[in-house]
């Protein structure tokens, strides 16, 4: 059922937004290795996800049957999403301080031995093709329990994503939602320059699939857009294409083409935490 | 009587497809790639037998989301795509998942060695063992009949991790079927009792292996034959009790030597044991095939056939 997003969730969202920014910048500063840029750009789409009931889970029972399956194929930018199950108990928030660091489970990129992961990451391109086979599954075991993935734009450059665009949608998986977390930069620069992804719904939707296209730091776009995805029928993969920036909130970084492979000072995330408390 | 000849594919697809008429959880996922008695399982089974097209990568890419959801996997395609088209996700979806959790996804590959001879150098599969058994938390199983193939179906249900199950593409004679019995668990089996040296082979070249030592009883060389079938995990102090009974041993293989396949295993287990024992190793040099012929032919060209294999033992045990 479509909910439409009113107060107090409208700013309850804003708020968890905000909050995961400031958090995951003191994670970068405590792990400088972590990846910044590309964690910021999906801290809306982490807020709307977690906090906005889009995804069914259950952080005391991390298998449970009745969880929508998440798989963060881009790990490099999930270190934002720490600070979300931290908060919403899939393990102690203590363990945010010890990110990167001897014995800890949180790493620069996290794999499913950190509760909340479903998968191995860290590797670009298997998310989709992975998600597929889940997506299959669910049907086969006739469950509604939706498959979501999230996916960077430098991510579909992988011949392997494309293997499994065309089999989504040769077999119909509408129970597969793909957000692709178009933040246009790669490693090495902007997407463009590399070799330009556009028409990127065109692509899409060529292969069979329904594609939308949003303002991916928009909490209300964001948020309509899923829950229309959730609830969507249609028997066709669903993708949404979050238009980001890379860096979102951190100025320099948000203009730099090189901004994956830029870390901030200590007093330079100190001064934006400041800033963003 | 004549050994009944058949393909390990036909043998453990058949079984697989009795076993899918009971056991809901089985996907079966291909990558375009048939056999006669995969007609029977995918018009019987249409939910359940996914055909990927020609797409190794994605072919486990979703056997590893089937698996992840709990089904037993079966991926199949030609041994040397499923192996090297789709390595990283081997290791990173199944290889080192299944060092975290539990999943049962079974690649099968057809055509090990030269199975397919006249295909050339793409179609031939020499690295495999080498490159399957370098990946933790895999199981691999290199079979020289269709009955051992057959006979591994309960294995590969009740073992739930990753496991590459390495195939010969033509129809062999049976070598289990007559009265011997393979242990799975043990890994292997003394098909002939020696005196002095033993052959250690794997795969089709169990079959060479056999008949090199029955010609080379015509010389009064008695060798023995262990057909090592479990590639990973291996039973290391059973396997060195068995070889411990020889001062010469053979190792025989349809794959290159000297890189960490067959013979690097027994020259490791030897090592380990600090054993006084003469070790050859026969297969592949390094360098690829690219000679027109059929495998027998090939086999004679690279001196690995049973009357050249015959002829290199005997001339080691020259140094008895």
Redesign the interface.
Known sequence: MNRSLQEPLLSLLWEKARWIRIETLKIHKIAPETRLASSLSVVELFAVLYYGKILSFDPRNTASEERDRFIISKGHGAISLYPVLADLGFFDRSELANVCKEGSFLGGIP???VPGF???NG?LG?G???????????K??KRSEKVFVLMGDGELYE??VW??V??AGAHGLDNLILIVDSNKVSMLGYCRDILDLEPLEKKFITFGWQASSIDGHSIGQVFTALQKLKHARGRKPRVLIANTVKGKGVPRLETDPLSHIKNLSPAEIDSLVAELS | MMPERKTMRDAFIEEVYKRMHTDDQIFFVSADFGAPTLDALRSSFKERFINVGIAEQNLINVATGLGLEGFTVYAYAIAPFITMRAYEQIRTNLALYAQLKQINVNLIGVGAGLSYDVSGPTHHCLEDIILMRALPNFTVFSPSDWVLAQQFVDYSLAERRPKYLRFDGKPLPGIYNTGRRADLQTGFAELRAGEKLCIVSTGYMTHTALQAAQRLADDHINAGVIDLFMLKPINDDLLFKALAKYSHIVTLEEGFIEKGGLDSMVAHVLEKNRADIFLKRLGFQDSYVFDMGNRQQLHKLHRLDEASVAGIIKEFSHEY
């Open positions: 794999d499913c031995i479903e998968t191995i590797s298997h989709l093709g992975v998600a597929c086979g889940v997506a299959l599954a669910l086969q075991k011949g392997a293997e499994a065309m089999f």
